[in-house]
């Protein structure tokens, strides 16, 4: 075997893509369907292992419930057992050979604009199917060179109105509801990808409920956010002001669908690139 570590019936392992929390990805041939899949790999080795083995069942559910373009398909679980416990447990997903949005580095406003439109119209697919991700973040949005994206990680997703037992999300992106335990909803997904939006438009992380630890390893008070316009002057104030509305503490405050959000992506988006294009037109006078 290429990597040494797996032999699973019916699939040619290629190489290790890489590794998330306790789980491991391989490029893989489905030989049965005749397809390069992503396997997704969890072994159980602690009780603690157990939540990821749910959150790779949730994934599987929630993709079967979602058919859109944007949101990756999960096509198999695969479970192995050792005295009739699971002992191992593999996900078949689809192949998607992008780069994380915390990996593009060189987008420019307009690729970042068109990427979060996408994404928005994801999570509306999933809000639709009564869905809501959770966990929005940059390392959860894939991108092709040819700007194609696929929102990834669905094991946080949840119905809406859930109500979670513990706290889960990502600390920099997490919104109020989450770490309050409150009732979830299409609006914790919006304050999810506000706090997305912020960290590609500036490069900090918008400050959430979870403190920050300082460089001397000790817990940080949440700062009160500066807007991302009074970062860079080429952020419009226009897109400040909605990631900032999206970032807002009270659900209620924020945009009220991933709809209103799209339509006022695009209405930036048509106002940068007709403000180029006026631009091109001046020096080619």
Same mark, same amino acid.
Request: glycine letters at 6%.
């Given at each position: 075997?290429?990597?040494?570590?797996?032999?699973?019936?019916?699939?040619?392992?290629?190489?290790?893509?890489?590794?998330?929390?306790?789980?491991?990805?391989?490029?893989?041939?489905?030989?049965?369907?005749?397809?390069?899949?992503?396997?997704?790999?969890?072994?159980?080795?602690?009780?603690?292992?157990?939540?990821?083995?749910?959150?790779?069942?949730?994934?599987?559910?929630?993709?079967?419930?979602?058919?859109?373009?944007?949101?990756?398909?999960?096509?198999?679980?695969?479970?192995?057992?050792?005295?009739?416990?699971?002992?191992?447990?593999?996900?078949?997903?689809?192949?998607?050979?992008?780069?994380?949005?915390?990996?593009?580095?060189?987008?420019?406003?307009?690729?970042?604009? !068109? @990427?979060?439109?996408? %994404? *928005?119209?994801?999570?509306?697919?999933?809000? $639709? /199917?009564?869905?809501?991700?959770?966990?929005?973040?940059?390392?959860?949005?894939?991108?092709?060179?040819?700007?194609?994206?696929?929102?990834?990680?669905?094991?946080?997703?949840?119905?809406?109105?859930?109500?979670?037992?513990?706290?889960?999300?990502?600390?920099?992106?997490?919104?109020?509801?989450?770490?309050?335990?409150?009732?979830?909803?299409?609006?914790?997904?919006?304050?999810?990808?506000?706090?997305?939006?912020?960290?590609?438009?500036?490069?900090?992380?918008?400050?959430?409920?979870?403190?920050?630890?300082?460089?001397?390893?000790?817990?940080?008070?949440?700062?009160?956010?500066?807007?991302?316009?009074?970062?860079?002057?080429?952020?419009?104030?226009?897109?400040?002001? !909605? @990631?900032?509305?999206? %970032? *807002?503490?009270?659900?209620?405050?924020?945009? $009220? /669908?991933?709809?209103?959000?799209?339509?006022?992506?695009?209405?930036?988006?048509?106002?940068?690139?007709?403000?180029?294009?006026?631009?091109?037109?001046?020096?080619?006078?």
């Amino acid at each position: 075997m290429p990597n040494g570590t797996i032999d699973l019936s019916g699939y040619t392992i290629k190489r290790k893509l890489g590794t998330g929390a306790r789980t491991t990805i391989y490029l893989a041939h489905d030989d049965v369907n005749n397809r390069t899949v992503a396997l997704k790999r969890a072994i159980f080795e602690s009780p603690e292992d157990q939540r990821i083995f749910e959150q790779i069942e949730t994934e599987f559910k929630v993709s079967k419930d979602i058919d859109h373009p944007y949101i990756r398909k999960c096509f198999k679980i695969i479970k192995k057992r050792k005295m009739l416990k699971v002992s191992e447990l593999y996900m078949e997903m689809e192949y998607f050979d992008g780069k994380s949005l915390e990996e593009s580095t060189s987008l420019s406003l307009i690729d970042v604009l !068109l @990427v979060f439109r996408m %994404v *928005a119209g994801g999570l509306n697919a999933m809000h $639709s /199917s009564g869905y809501i991700h959770c966990d929005i973040k940059p390392n959860n949005i894939l991108i092709l060179p040819t700007g194609h994206i696929k929102i990834i990680d669905l094991g946080q997703s949840c119905k809406m109105g859930t109500i979670k037992q513990r706290v889960q999300g990502t600390p920099d992106y997490i919104a109020p509801e989450q770490v309050r335990k409150e009732p979830l909803s299409h609006r914790t997904d919006i304050f999810n990808l506000g706090a997305t939006m912020y960290w590609a438009l500036t490069g900090k992380n918008v400050p959430t409920l979870i403190p920050q630890k300082t460089d001397f390893g000790m817990m940080s008070k949440p700062k009160e956010a500066k807007s991302p316009h009074e970062f860079t002057k080429r952020i419009p104030i226009g897109l400040s002001n !909605l @990631v900032m509305e999206c %970032v *807002a503490d009270i659900p209620s405050k924020r945009p $009220s /669908s991933m709809n209103d959000i799209i339509s006022r992506l695009d209405i930036l988006i048509q106002s940068i690139m007709g403000s180029k294009l006026g631009q091109n037109r001046e020096s080619d006078d």
